[in-house]
Structures are given as structure tokens and as C-alpha cells.
């Protein structure tokens, strides 16, 4: 089996081979990926290099999944478990996550299986943390900026205030002096909100991840317990991957086609009420959508799809016509009726690995992301802190 390790230094693997890496002062740019070849079997004592010094009452964390999900526990657990190691071990990172093909705009999708209140708990507390983000210096590099626009609909919605429109930005109702724009609508909403681009953002959790003492670790996982005894406690954040690590049958792939097209003369954004198309404005593209296939596998780009979309955003703004360099992207949004966050205690052959899952956000994850993963890392000091009460300090 094959692994990487992404960001710290092993100098020694434990088949006993050597492993140098190149440093700075020799004149040589130093990498971000290092490779090293070794059976499963040795994977455990790889983990013992990365944990050999640490503190005995240090709880192991291993966070399965390097997408939005992945890297935002990541990081709140770094932040809010008390004395814990955390590793990040996926298979795919970024630019390769469906968290990079999501237009990332704070528009919260209702989750039927989730009470309104938590789902506005988890949209505030994402809202707060991307507009800190978003009125910082680190703005630029983590990707996220504050965005204007409508959401328009063709008749009456059922409910013209939705749950979540004291937490945008200006929320109201659009003038029929604006609706004049649209002239197949009837109603509208004008708000300010946040759009977080994956494509920055994730590098810029990642960094942070690292910056706490975190390790990130490229490797395939097939079955959770793998990771045991190497780590304390896991979460799975594998989403649609959970099928087979979690064996969930409810969750299933929504095939969401985008286009990404240079026009920097949109400002402003416009979503048609349904969710199925719209023009998200962001720092070096606009985000076309989109579609809706539930069940559909296919990560290959549908040209008539493509046409169909860029015909749909054009009646909506038809300066659209005059965009260049359009691109294709396709990504399977892992979804389910409510969004996973529960413990569960794995047993095998008298042993035990606690479990957090974290996983099964579909369109709307990086409304919610944050809030969910502040949940998931409360739900893993829970684990830690049973651990430190039923297990002796030198087992841990």
C-alpha cells in the first residue's frame, strides 16, 4: 500500500529504509507531498513515528475525508478537544473534491430530517465565521467575499420570509421597479450573503490544519478499522464514501453540472427559486448551474447539459452572451434526508473504536459546514472525555 505524507517530516520509516528530504538552507525547494512505500501491516508502526513523542494522555484523532467537511472538523477539533492529535487521512485533496466543484454560496437548502432551528444555528454560526473571515486580511487568500443579489421565483413561494433572513445581510423584499429585470417572475428577494470558493478555501484550511500540529496523510482507507489501534478516535467525513465505510444506504450521489465562465462585469447574483439555475459571482469566475440528477454517478460533462445551462443563465442575464473561456464541472453531492452527526462505539474482537460521523450535507454544505463541524468536534471531546474516564492514562 502506498501513502503520502503532506506537510510534517519523517525521517525514518519503519521498515527501517531511510528518508531524507530535502531542506531549505541546501538551496532546494522544499515539497509539500512525500512518498513512501510500505504494506498495511507497517501502517501502524508509521503511526507510532508521528505519535512517539507525544504526551501518554494525548487522544489520537484520525479525520477520514479531506473535503469541506473533512478539514473544517479538522481544524475544530484542533481548536476545541482538549490535548488531542489530530491526522487528516484521505485518498483525494484538493483540486480533486466536490467541495472544489461547489459554487459555495451561503444559501441555506432545508434538510427534511432536521429540526429548523438547528439547521439556523448551524447557518449563523457559518455565517459569523466566513464574515470574520470575509472583513480580514485573510480574505483573498481563504476565498471568501460578500455577494449582492436576487432570488427570484415564477409564483408565489410558500413562505416569503424564509428561516433564514435574519441572518443575510439586508434582507427584503425586491421592488417591482427591480423585478422589471425579470419578467417571467413574480416575486423576488434581494439580500446580501457570502460566497466561500473552494478552490481557496480548502488550501487555506489545510494550512491551518498543519499550523495547529496537524498531519495530513494521502492514503486510501477501505474499512474504518484499519485505523485501530493506530488512532483513539475516528470521524468519518468520507461523505457519498460512507455507502461502504459506514455501510449507509441513505445516502446517494445528486449529479450537480456547473459551467465556470469569465465575466467579470457580473456583480451581482441571481438564483431562480427552484435552486436549478443560477449565476454566482466570485473573485476569478462566475458559477453557471446547474442541475439536479439524483442517483447519477457521472463525473463526465454532458455538452447539451452545458448548453442547456448557459441558455438558462443568459435569459436571466443576458450579458452572459459575451462570456469567455467557459469551462465544465461536474460533482456528486453526497446526499441524505438530514445531514449524519452521531457517535458510534465500533466493536470487534472485544476491542472498541469510537466513531464520529460527519458526513451527508448535499447541495447546501458549505451553508452549514462550520455549525456542523463545531457539532462534530463537541461530539468528539464526548468520545475524548470517556476515553480519559474509563481507560488509564498510559492506554491512551
Given at each position: 500500500?502506498?501513502?503520502?505524507?503532506?506537510?510534517?517530516?519523517?525521517?525514518?520509516?519503519?521498515?527501517?529504509?531511510?528518508?531524507?528530504?530535502?531542506?531549505?538552507?541546501?538551496?532546494?525547494?522544499?515539497?509539500?507531498?512525500?512518498?513512501?512505500?510500505?504494506?498495511?501491516?507497517?501502517?501502524?508502526?508509521?503511526?507510532?513515528?508521528?505519535?512517539?513523542?507525544?504526551?501518554?494522555?494525548?487522544?489520537?484523532?484520525?479525520?477520514?475525508?479531506?473535503?469541506?467537511?473533512?478539514?473544517?472538523?479538522?481544524?475544530?477539533?484542533?481548536?476545541?478537544?482538549?490535548?488531542?492529535?489530530?491526522?487528516?487521512?484521505?485518498?483525494?485533496?484538493?483540486?480533486?473534491?466536490?467541495?472544489?466543484?461547489?459554487?459555495?454560496?451561503?444559501?441555506?437548502?432545508?434538510?427534511?430530517?432536521?429540526?429548523?432551528?438547528?439547521?439556523?444555528?448551524?447557518?449563523?454560526?457559518?455565517?459569523?465565521?466566513?464574515?470574520?473571515?470575509?472583513?480580514?486580511?485573510?480574505?483573498?487568500?481563504?476565498?471568501?467575499?460578500?455577494?449582492?443579489?436576487?432570488?427570484?421565483?415564477?409564483?408565489?413561494?410558500?413562505?416569503?420570509?424564509?428561516?433564514?433572513?435574519?441572518?443575510?445581510?439586508?434582507?427584503?423584499?425586491?421592488?417591482?421597479?427591480?423585478?422589471?429585470?425579470?419578467?417571467?417572475?413574480?416575486?423576488?428577494?434581494?439580500?446580501?450573503?457570502?460566497?466561500?470558493?473552494?478552490?481557496?478555501?480548502?488550501?487555506?484550511?489545510?494550512?491551518?490544519?498543519?499550523?495547529?500540529?496537524?498531519?495530513?496523510?494521502?492514503?486510501?482507507?477501505?474499512?474504518?478499522?484499519?485505523?485501530?489501534?493506530?488512532?483513539?478516535?475516528?470521524v468519518n467525513c468520507t461523505g457519498l464514501g460512507s455507502r461502504q465505510l459506514a455501510g449507509d444506504s441513505k445516502i446517494f450521489p445528486v449529479?450537480?453540472?456547473?459551467?465556470?465562465?469569465?465575466?467579470?462585469?457580473?456583480?451581482?447574483?441571481?438564483?431562480?427559486?427552484?435552486?436549478?439555475?443560477?449565476?454566482?459571482?466570485?473573485?476569478?469566475?462566475?458559477?453557471?448551474?446547474?442541475t439536479r440528477q439524483k442517483g447519477d454517478w457521472n463525473l463526465s460533462p454532458d455538452a447539451e447539459i452545458s448548453r442547456d445551462i448557459f441558455?438558462?443563465?443568459?435569459?436571466?442575464?443576458?450579458?452572459?452572451?459575451?462570456?469567455?473561456?467557459?469551462?465544465e464541472k461536474v460533482g456528486l453531492r453526497p446526499s441524505r434526508p438530514g445531514v449524519r452527526l452521531q457517535k458510534e462505539l465500533l466493536a470487534?474482537?472485544?476491542?472498541?473504536?469510537?466513531?464520529?460521523?460527519?458526513?451527508?450535507?448535499?447541495?447546501?454544505?458549505?451553508?452549514?459546514?462550520?455549525?456542523?463541524?463545531?457539532?462534530?468536534?463537541?461530539?468528539?471531546?464526548?468520545?475524548?472525555?470517556?476515553?480519559?474516564?474509563?481507560?488509564?492514562?498510559?492506554?491512551?
Amino acid at each position: 500500500m502506498e501513502s503520502k505524507i503532506r506537510g510534517n517530516v519523517l525521517s525514518e520509516l519503519p521498515n527501517g529504509k531511510q528518508f531524507c528530504f530535502p531542506s531549505v538552507s541546501q538551496g532546494m525547494r522544499p515539497t509539500s507531498h512525500w512518498k513512501t512505500s510500505f504494506g498495511a501491516r507497517a501502517f501502524r508502526g508509521f503511526q507510532d513515528c508521528f505519535f512517539r513523542d507525544r504526551p501518554m494522555d494525548t487522544a489520537r484523532v484520525a479525520v477520514v475525508g479531506a473535503g469541506l467537511m473533512g478539514l473544517s472538523t479538522a481544524v475544530c477539533v484542533s481548536r476545541l478537544a482538549p490535548r488531542c492529535s489530530v491526522t487528516v487521512i484521505a485518498d483525494k485533496f484538493t483540486p480533486d473534491t466536490t467541495s472544489d466543484v461547489a459554487a459555495g454560496m451561503l444559501i441555506p437548502h432545508a434538510y427534511p430530517d432536521t429540526p429548523i432551528h438547528k439547521q439556523k444555528q448551524w447557518f449563523r454560526e457559518t455565517f459569523d465565521h466566513l464574515l470574520s473571515i470575509a472583513s480580514s486580511a485573510e480574505a483573498g487568500d481563504a476565498g471568501v467575499l460578500l455577494v449582492s443579489g436576487w432570488q427570484i421565483f415564477q409564483s408565489l413561494p410558500t413562505e416569503e420570509v424564509p428561516f433564514w433572513a435574519d441572518v443575510v445581510l439586508g434582507f427584503r423584499k425586491m421592488t417591482e421597479e427591480e423585478l422589471k429585470k425579470f419578467p417571467q417572475h413574480v416575486f423576488g428577494q434581494a439580500f446580501t450573503t457570502l460566497k466561500c470558493e473552494g478552490s481557496a478555501y480548502l488550501p487555506w484550511l489545510e494550512k491551518r490544519v498543519k499550523g495547529s500540529g496537524g498531519q495530513i496523510l494521502t492514503r486510501r482507507v477501505e474499512d474504518l478499522w484499519e485505523l485501530h489501534p493506530s488512532f483513539d478516535i475516528v470521524v468519518n467525513c468520507t461523505g457519498l464514501g460512507s455507502r461502504q465505510l459506514a455501510g449507509d444506504s441513505k445516502i446517494f450521489p445528486v449529479r450537480g453540472q456547473v459551467l465556470k465562465v469569465q465575466a467579470p462585469w457580473v456583480k451581482h447574483f441571481i438564483r431562480d427559486g427552484s435552486g436549478l439555475t443560477y449565476i454566482y459571482p466570485g473573485i476569478s469566475h462566475v458559477t453557471l448551474g446547474g442541475t439536479r440528477q439524483k442517483g447519477d454517478w457521472n463525473l463526465s460533462p454532458d455538452a447539451e447539459i452545458s448548453r442547456d445551462i448557459f441558455s438558462r443563465c443568459c435569459a436571466l442575464e443576458p450579458s452572459l452572451r459575451g462570456a469567455c473561456d467557459i469551462r465544465e464541472k461536474v460533482g456528486l453531492r453526497p446526499s441524505r434526508p438530514g445531514v449524519r452527526l452521531q457517535k458510534e462505539l465500533l466493536a470487534r474482537d472485544g476491542q472498541r473504536l469510537p466513531v464520529v460521523h460527519h458526513y451527508g450535507h448535499g447541495a447546501g454544505g458549505f451553508s452549514v459546514h462550520w455549525g456542523t463541524a463545531l457539532e462534530a468536534a463537541r461530539l468528539v471531546s464526548e468520545c475524548v472525555h470517556a476515553l480519559r474516564t474509563h481507560t488509564p492514562k498510559s492506554k491512551l
